[in-house]
Every structure is written in structure tokens, then in C-alpha cells.
């Protein structure tokens, strides 16, 4: 299955996908200001990429609850220095996390291959936009939601996205969690993936670090959650996610990839 990125095709459901994390904001809820500076925003994506990554996903607002947004220019001025210096460095398709259709178009024409837009809204300029240029467009749902209304989501905009011209291949879909919803609903869409995946259409587990793994795990720091997410991944990956975005590539694509052999022998 094909996953259409502007010049770039990224096959899924063979294997779990990876997309590394790269936080360029002094106040990210876990690893706020670790990256905030152009070059280690660089050198980490350089890093994600060595120890296995699949897409590189660089975000310049926090988006964890309570946050306080930034301007859309002011977006652009964290992400432009970095997205110019990754040109030559590193292969991966690259993701930017923005809702702004303003940032989406410049991050676009400076090289980036798909937009992660957390908005939970089927914008028709973000949606004009992403026609235009080819790019893959992560839609995420964003509020309270049980399965079932996850999968009614995810219908509805696939069904916008047709009417708005956008080729099906270019959509992939995340259920957002921690986006508005409590504990108890996080939990249910991490263990009943099946019951709202679309076929066609990739699906993005983007959990890492995330209060839901805090308290399923008892673990108060974000940095410390790898075995909690590991656990939260290989749920999932049961369930058949197919992308999962991660701080930490290198430890815990260990986890994904025993949960992807271990699926080859579940019995339906």
C-alpha cells in the first residue's frame, strides 16, 4: 500500500513505519528546549534517521494541554532555519507539524513532504493547498471520542477530502490521543485499533510520552514512559496501526518490531 508524499512514495502495512520526533519549542511537555536551537534540531534528526527512522516530523509549537499558541510566523521563523539546513542532510520524508496554512505552504516549498495538521478540522485551505502540492496530509481527530466515533470521523473526512479533488492516497489518518480526550478513551482506542482503522488509508499512532502512558505506567517522567509506550505500540500495532510517531527511535523501534513478528502469529 502506497502512502503519496509529493515526489515521494512511502509504502505501508509491510512493516510499521517510525516517524522521529524533533521538537524545535522551549516548552514541549517533555523534552522542551532540548532541540530548540537550529543545529541540535539538525543533529537529531541526523540521529533519528542512523538509528532506524522512517520520517522525520519537526514541530515549532507545543500542542500539549494548557500551552500557549504561538503566531503563525513565529512558527515559521523556528521551523525555516531548520527545514533549510536538513536539505542536505538527511533522506527521510519530512513532516511538519503545523495547522497553519501559512506555515504549510513555505515549509512545503522549502522541502517538506507532508503536513501533520493537529486541527481535527478538514480545512479548505489547508485542503487547497495540499491538492496543489501533492503532499501527504496527516488528519488528525481532535476531542472527546469513543471507536465508533473515530471511525465516523475518519469517514466523513475522507469523504470531504474526495469531494475537495485530494487523491486518497495522499490521507493518512491519527485518532489523536491526548487531543481532548480522558483517560478511559485513550485507553480504548489504544486497544481497539480494529474497530475504527479505515481500509486504504495509512493510520498514525502518535502517543509518546503522553499522560495517558504516564498514568497506565506510573511513571511521572516523560523521559522514563519507553517501556509504558512500548507496551501502548505493541497494542496498537496488534490492532494494525501502521506509522508511529516516538522521542525515542532508537530504543523503542526494539518494541515495534517484536510486536510486528509477533502479529504474523496471532491467530484471527
Not at 29 to 45: H, I, K, L, Q, T
Not at 71 to 80: D, G, H
Request: aromatic share 8%.
Amino acid at each position: 500500500m502506497i502512502w503519496k508524499c509529493k515526489d515521494k512514495t512511502i509504502e505501508y502495512g509491510k512493516k510499521v513505519l517510525l516517524m522521529g520526533i524533533v521538537n524545535v519549542t522551549p516548552d514541549s511537555f517533555s523534552d522542551g528546549g532540548d532541540y530548540f536551537a537550529p543545529e541540535d534540531a539538525v543533529r537529531c534528526a541526523v540521529q533519528m534517521e542512523k538509528d532506524g527512522a522512517d520520517i522525520i516530523d519537526i514541530g515549532a509549537q507545543s500542542t500539549r494541554p494548557g500551552h500557549t499558541p504561538v503566531s503563525a510566523e513565529e512558527e515559521w521563523n523556528r521551523l525555516e532555519p531548520v527545514l533549510k539546513a536538513l536539505k542536505d542532510e538527511i533522506s527521510l520524508p519530512v513532516s511538519v507539524d503545523t495547522y497553519y496554512p501559512y506555515v504549510a505552504e513555505k515549509a512545503l516549498e522549502m522541502g517538506a513532504d507532508i503536513i501533520n495538521d493537529v486541527s481535527g478540522v478538514v480545512s479548505p485551505d489547508m485542503a487547497q493547498i495540499v491538492c496543489k502540492t501533492g503532499c501527504g496530509w496527516i488528519i488528525m481527530h481532535n476531542g472527546a471520542g469513543t471507536p465508533a466515533e473515530i471511525k465516523r470521523f475518519f469517514e466523513k473526512s475522507a469523504k470531504i477530502c474526495k469531494n475537495l479533488g485530494i487523491n486518497q492516497n495522499q490521507i493518512c489518518f491519527d485518532m489523536g490521543i491526548g487531543f481532548g480526550k480522558d483517560y478511559n478513551e485513550n485507553m480504548a482506542l489504544l486497544a481497539n485499533v480494529k474497530e475504527y482503522k479505515i481500509d486504504g488509508y495509512p493510520l498514525l499512532l502518535a502517543t509518546s510520552r503522553k499522560r495517558v502512558i504516564g498514568r497506565g505506567s506510573s511513571q511521572e517522567n516523560p523521559k522514563e514512559r519507553i517501556y509504558g509506550n512500548i507496551a501502548a505500540d505493541t497494542a496498537a500495532v496488534l490492532g494494525g496501526v501502521d506509522i508511529i510517531r516516538l522521542h525515542n527511535i532508537k530504543n523503542e523501534k526494539q518494541g515495534v518490531l517484536m510486536a510486528q513478528n509477533l502479529k504474523g502469529f496471532v491467530r484471527l
